[in-house]
C-alpha cells in the first residue's frame, strides 16, 4: 500500500513541545527519522502487518520566514517608537526563526522524498505580531487533489487542525484511509473521531519518542 505523509509543521511541532513539557525536557523533531517511525508503527498494526508499505512522499507545510518580513516589522518599529520593546522583541525573534529554518531547508535538501511547501509568513500591524496564513489551505486542497488523483492508499496526517476536516472525511468517501498522528492538545476532536485511527504522540513510550526526536545531550 501506497504511503503519503503530510506535515502541518507548526501543528505538529507544537505537540511535540507539549509533550515535552508534560514531560520535564526539551526534545526536537528529526525529520529525516520520521519516515521510518511513521512506516515502522503502522506494520506493528494488525490491519497493517501483512502488508507491503511503501513510502511515496513527505509534503512538510510551513510559514517561511522571509527577507520582506523582517522589513516591516523594521519599519513598524522605525514608526513606533513607543512600541519599541514590544516590536524589538519579535524583530529578534524572527531573525532567529529565519536563521533556523534556513538551516533546517538547506539540511532539507538532502533528504530522501521529502518537499517542502512553504507560505510566506505575515505581519500583523494591529495585532503586532507575526501570524501564518495559508498552510492548512494548501494541506487541504493538496489531500484532496492527491485523492482523486489517486496517488496513495494511506495518508498519515501531522496535523489536528479542524480546517482539514472536510478533506478528510472527502479523502475517506473515496476510500483512503487516514491516519492522524499527533498530541491531543492540538488536536480537534472531530478530527481524531473521523481519522480511521489516531496516533497519540502523548502515549508513545520514550524508546518510541527516541526514534524520530532528540533530546540536546546538555540539556
Given at each position: 500500500?501506497?504511503?503519503?505523509?503530510?506535515?502541518?509543521?507548526k501543528n505538529?511541532?507544537k505537540?511535540?513541545?507539549?509533550?515535552?513539557?508534560?514531560?520535564n525536557?526539551?526534545r526536537?523533531?528529526?525529520?529525516?527519522k520520521l519516515n521510518?517511525?511513521i512506516?515502522g508503527y503502522?506494520?506493528?498494526?494488525?490491519?497493517y502487518?501483512?502488508?507491503?508499505?511503501?513510502h511515496?512522499?513527505?509534503?512538510?507545510?510551513t510559514?517561511?520566514?522571509?527577507?520582506?518580513l523582517i522589513?516591516?516589522?523594521?519599519?513598524?518599529?522605525?514608526?513606533n517608537?513607543?512600541?519599541?520593546?514590544?516590536?524589538k522583541?519579535?524583530?529578534?525573534?524572527?531573525?532567529?526563526?529565519?536563521?533556523k529554518?534556513t538551516?533546517?531547508?538547506?539540511?532539507?535538501k538532502d533528504?530522501?522524498f521529502?518537499?517542502i511547501?512553504?507560505?510566506?509568513?505575515?505581519?500583523?500591524y494591529?495585532?503586532?505580531?507575526i501570524?501564518?496564513k495559508?498552510?492548512?489551505?494548501?494541506?487541504?486542497v493538496?489531500?484532496?487533489?492527491?485523492?482523486?488523483?489517486?496517488?496513495?492508499d494511506?495518508?498519515v496526517?501531522?496535523?489536528?487542525?479542524i480546517?482539514?476536516l472536510?478533506?478528510?472525511?472527502?479523502?475517506?468517501?473515496l476510500g483512503?484511509?487516514?491516519?492522524?498522528?499527533?498530541d491531543?492538545?492540538?488536536?480537534?476532536?472531530?478530527?481524531k473521531?473521523?481519522?480511521?485511527?489516531f496516533?497519540?504522540?502523548?502515549r508513545?513510550k520514550e524508546?518510541?519518542?527516541?526514534?524520530f526526536?532528540?533530546?540536546?545531550?546538555?540539556?
Amino acid at each position: 500500500m501506497r504511503v503519503l505523509i503530510l506535515i502541518d509543521a507548526k501543528n505538529f511541532e507544537k505537540g511535540v513541545i507539549n509533550v515535552s513539557k508534560k514531560r520535564n525536557e526539551f526534545r526536537y523533531i528529526d525529520f529525516y527519522k520520521l519516515n521510518n517511525f511513521i512506516l515502522g508503527y503502522l506494520r506493528k498494526n494488525k490491519q497493517y502487518s501483512q502488508e507491503n508499505l511503501v513510502h511515496l512522499r513527505t509534503y512538510f507545510y510551513t510559514g517561511e520566514y522571509t527577507d520582506k518580513l523582517i522589513d516591516k516589522i523594521e519599519k513598524h518599529l522605525e514608526n513606533n517608537p513607543k512600541e519599541a520593546d514590544i516590536i524589538k522583541n519579535i524583530l529578534e525573534r524572527a531573525k532567529k526563526e529565519k536563521e533556523k529554518q534556513t538551516t533546517f531547508f538547506n539540511y532539507a535538501k538532502d533528504y530522501y522524498f521529502f518537499e517542502i511547501k512553504k507560505k510566506p509568513l505575515q505581519f500583523s500591524y494591529s495585532d503586532t505580531k507575526i501570524i501564518q496564513k495559508g498552510v492548512d489551505v494548501q494541506i487541504a486542497v493538496d489531500l484532496i487533489d492527491f485523492t482523486y488523483k489517486n496517488i496513495y492508499d494511506i495518508c498519515v496526517l501531522l496535523s489536528g487542525d479542524i480546517d482539514l476536516l472536510e478533506s478528510v472525511k472527502t479523502a475517506k468517501e473515496l476510500g483512503k484511509h487516514i491516519i492522524i498522528f499527533g498530541d491531543s492538545s492540538v488536536t480537534a476532536e472531530e478530527m481524531k473521531r473521523n481519522a480511521d485511527f489516531f496516533i497519540d504522540v502523548g502515549r508513545l513510550k520514550e524508546e518510541e519518542l527516541n526514534e524520530f526526536t532528540h533530546v540536546p545531550k546538555n540539556y
